[in-house]
C-alpha cells in the first residue's frame, strides 16, 4: 500500500485518528481497490467507529503497491498511540504540511508516515505493525425506522447543559419531540443528582423521521467525540436508530471524499415508574423523620422540672435566679415580683417549698442578648452579701515580710 495525501486533507486526516483515539487504544488500517479505512473498537465492544477514505480522497493511490497478488490488500493493527503522535496538532496541520506519504515497508514490518512540511522539513515516524488483521461490525442503517438529520452545533449546545460527570445520555425520541436527558441509575436518591432534560422540536433538524416512537441510552463519551468531529468538520450529523436494545448509527459525510459510522451500543433506561417510586420511597421516610422530630421539637420544655426545683432548694447560690424587672412593668409590679422572689429564697433556706410560693411560678425567661450582660455580675451587687462571714478568715496572705 502505498498513497499520498495532499496538505488540505492532511488535517482531516488528522481529526479522523484523534476522534479514533477517544473510542479505542487500536487503530485496524485496511486498503481496499477504491479506499482506505480505518476503524476502531473500545475495550468494552459497545462502541465502534469506522472512516472510510475514498479513492478520491488522496492524489496518489495504489492499495496493493508491495503485493506481488491483484486481489491483496493492505490489513494491519498499530497502536492508537504511536497515531497520535503522527498527527499531532491537526487543526494548523494543513498550514505546516504539503504533502503526506503512507506506505509500508515489507522488510521491517512498520508503517510509515512521511510528513512534507514547508521549508523542506521531511519527518517520519516509523509505527510497528502489531497484527496482521482487520475487524468487521454487522449493522444495518438502512432500513431502521427513525432517522434524523441535524445539524451538529444544536446537539453540541444541547449537551453543553449536561454535568462532565454524566456518563450516560437517554434519548426519546417522539413524533412531535426529541428529548435528550441524562440517565440517572434509580437506586441512588435522584435528591442527591442534577437532572438535567432538553427538549427539541422537529422543526430545529434538518430532517426528522419517526416511524417508531422510542427510548434508548447509550454512552456520553463517545457522543461527545462524534459531535466534535463533526463540529470541526462543519457537516450534519444523521442519526439512524430503532427500539432499545438495537444499535444507534451515528453517520458522517461530505459525499465525495471520506465517510465515517459510529455505532453505539443502546440499552434500556430504569422506567419512570421505578424512578418514581424510588422517589416516592424517599418522601415517607423524610416525611416520617419530620413527624418524629416535629413533635419533641415543638413540644415547650418547661424552665424547671421537680429535678431542678429539687437542687435549688438544697442551695445552690450560683444558679439562683434573678428577677430582672421590665422598665415599662408598673412599680406595683416589680415590687409583688420581689417579694415573690424574697419569699422563695427564704424558704429555700430551710429546704422546705411554700405552697402559697409555688402558685407564684411565674419563672423569668432567659435573659435577652440586651440583659444579659447585667445579669452576669447581678450578684456581685446584691445584699445577701454578707462580709461578717470573713472576719477571721484570710483570703489572700502577705506576699511580703513587710
Request: hydrophobic share 35%; net charge neutral.
Given at each position: 500500500?502505498?498513497?499520498?495525501?495532499?496538505?488540505?486533507?492532511?488535517?482531516?486526516?488528522?481529526?479522523?485518528?484523534?476522534?479514533?483515539?477517544?473510542?479505542?487504544?487500536?487503530?485496524?488500517?485496511?486498503?481496499?481497490?477504491?479506499?482506505?479505512?480505518?476503524?476502531?473498537?473500545?475495550?468494552a465492544?459497545?462502541?465502534?467507529?469506522?472512516v472510510?477514505?475514498?479513492?478520491?480522497?488522496?492524489?496518489?493511490?495504489?492499495?496493493?503497491?508491495?503485493?506481488?497478488?491483484?486481489?491483496?490488500?493492505?490489513?494491519?493493527?498499530?497502536?492508537?498511540?504511536?497515531a497520535?503522535?503522527?498527527?499531532?496538532?491537526?487543526?494548523?496541520m494543513?498550514?505546516?504540511?504539503?504533502?503526506?506519504?503512507?506506505?509500508?515497508?515489507?522488510?521491517?514490518?512498520?508503517?510509515?508516515?512521511?510528513?512534507?512540511?514547508?521549508?523542506?522539513?521531511v519527518?517520519?515516524?516509523?509505527v510497528?505493525?502489531?497484527?496482521?488483521?482487520?475487524?468487521?461490525i454487522?449493522?444495518?442503517?438502512?432500513?431502521?425506522?427513525?432517522?434524523?438529520?441535524?445539524?451538529?452545533?444544536?446537539?453540541?449546545?444541547?449537551?453543553g447543559?449536561?454535568?462532565?460527570?454524566?456518563?450516560?445520555?437517554?434519548?426519546?425520541?417522539?413524533?412531535?419531540?426529541?428529548?435528550?436527558?441524562?440517565?440517572n441509575?434509580s437506586?441512588?436518591?435522584?435528591?442527591?443528582?442534577?437532572?438535567?432534560?432538553?427538549?427539541?422540536?422537529?422543526?430545529?433538524?434538518?430532517?426528522?423521521?419517526i416511524?417508531?416512537?422510542?427510548?434508548?441510552?447509550?454512552?456520553?463519551?463517545?457522543?461527545?467525540?462524534?459531535?466534535?468531529?463533526?463540529?470541526?468538520?462543519?457537516?450534519?450529523?444523521?442519526?439512524?436508530?430503532?427500539?432499545?436494545?438495537?444499535p444507534?448509527?451515528?453517520?458522517?459525510?461530505?459525499?465525495?471524499?471520506?465517510?465515517?459510522?459510529?455505532?453505539?451500543?443502546?440499552t434500556?433506561?430504569?422506567?419512570?415508574?421505578?424512578?418514581?417510586?424510588?422517589?416516592?420511597?424517599?418522601?415517607?421516610?423524610?416525611?416520617?423523620?419530620?413527624?418524629t422530630s416535629?413533635?419533641g421539637?415543638?413540644?415547650?420544655?418547661?424552665?424547671?422540672?421537680?429535678?431542678?426545683?429539687?437542687?435549688?432548694?438544697?442551695?445552690?447560690?450560683?444558679?439562683?435566679?434573678?428577677?430582672?424587672?421590665?422598665?415599662?412593668?408598673?412599680v406595683?409590679?416589680?415590687?409583688?415580683a420581689?417579694?415573690?422572689?424574697?419569699n422563695?429564697?427564704?424558704?429555700?433556706?430551710?429546704?422546705?417549698?411554700?405552697?402559697?410560693?409555688?402558685e407564684?411560678?411565674n419563672?423569668?425567661?432567659?435573659?435577652t442578648?440586651?440583659?444579659?450582660?447585667?445579669?452576669?455580675?447581678?450578684?456581685?451587687?446584691?445584699?445577701?452579701?454578707?462580709?461578717?462571714?470573713?472576719?477571721?478568715?484570710?483570703?489572700?496572705?502577705?506576699?511580703?515580710?513587710?
Amino acid at each position: 500500500m502505498k498513497c499520498h495525501v495532499p496538505g488540505p486533507n492532511v488535517k482531516v486526516l488528522g481529526r479522523t485518528v484523534h476522534a479514533l483515539a477517544r473510542f479505542g487504544d487500536e487503530l485496524y488500517l485496511e486498503s481496499l481497490p477504491d479506499c482506505i479505512v480505518l476503524r476502531t473498537l473500545n475495550a468494552a465492544e459497545s462502541a465502534y467507529a469506522m472512516v472510510k477514505f475514498k479513492k478520491v480522497f488522496f492524489s496518489y493511490f495504489n492499495y496493493n503497491y508491495y503485493s506481488t497478488e491483484a486481489a491483496e490488500g493492505l490489513k494491519c493493527k498499530i497502536s492508537m498511540k504511536s497515531a497520535l503522535n503522527t498527527f499531532k496538532s491537526p487543526a494548523h496541520m494543513d498550514k505546516q504540511v504539503e504533502n503526506l506519504e503512507m506506505k509500508l515497508d515489507p522488510d521491517t514490518c512498520k508503517l510509515i508516515f512521511q510528513l512534507k512540511c514547508k521549508h523542506g522539513i521531511v519527518k517520519t515516524h516509523f509505527v510497528s505493525i502489531l497484527d496482521c488483521k482487520a475487524i468487521q461490525i454487522a449493522y444495518t442503517k438502512d432500513l431502521v425506522p427513525n432517522k434524523i438529520t441535524s445539524p451538529q452545533r444544536i446537539l453540541s449546545d444541547a449537551l453543553g447543559n449536561f454535568q462532565s460527570s454524566d456518563d450516560e445520555v437517554t434519548l426519546e425520541a417522539t413524533s412531535q419531540s426529541l428529548i435528550l436527558r441524562n440517565y440517572n441509575d434509580s437506586s441512588i436518591d435522584l435528591t442527591k443528582v442534577i437532572r438535567t432534560q432538553i427538549n427539541l422540536k422537529p422543526a430545529e433538524f434538518e430532517s426528522y423521521t419517526i416511524g417508531e416512537e422510542t427510548t434508548i441510552t447509550f454512552t456520553l463519551k463517545e457522543f461527545k467525540a462524534l459531535l466534535a468531529f463533526a463540529e470541526a468538520l462543519n457537516l450534519p450529523l444523521q442519526l439512524n436508530f430503532e427500539k432499545t436494545g438495537k444499535p444507534i448509527i451515528f453517520i458522517v459525510h461530505n459525499g465525495l471524499t471520506f465517510e465515517a459510522h459510529f455505532v453505539l451500543a443502546t440499552t434500556k433506561p430504569d422506567s419512570e415508574t421505578q424512578a418514581g417510586s424510588t422517589q416516592n420511597k424517599n418522601v415517607p421516610e423524610r416525611n416520617k423523620r419530620k413527624e418524629t422530630s416535629v413533635p419533641g421539637s415543638a413540644k415547650k420544655k418547661p424552665h424547671l422540672d421537680n429535678e431542678a426545683l429539687k437542687c435549688l432548694d438544697e442551695d445552690s447560690h450560683l444558679f439562683n435566679f434573678v428577677v430582672m424587672p421590665d422598665e415599662n412593668e408598673p412599680v406595683e409590679n416589680r415590687k409583688s415580683a420581689n417579694n415573690c422572689f424574697q419569699n422563695n429564697k427564704s424558704n429555700a433556706t430551710n429546704n422546705k417549698i411554700d405552697d402559697k410560693a409555688m402558685e407564684c411560678d411565674n419563672i423569668p425567661a432567659s435573659p435577652t442578648s440586651k440583659d444579659l450582660l447585667r445579669t452576669v455580675f447581678r450578684r456581685c451587687f446584691e445584699s445577701t452579701f454578707d462580709p461578717r462571714n470573713f472576719q477571721n478568715v484570710v483570703l489572700a496572705e502577705n506576699s511580703d515580710s513587710e
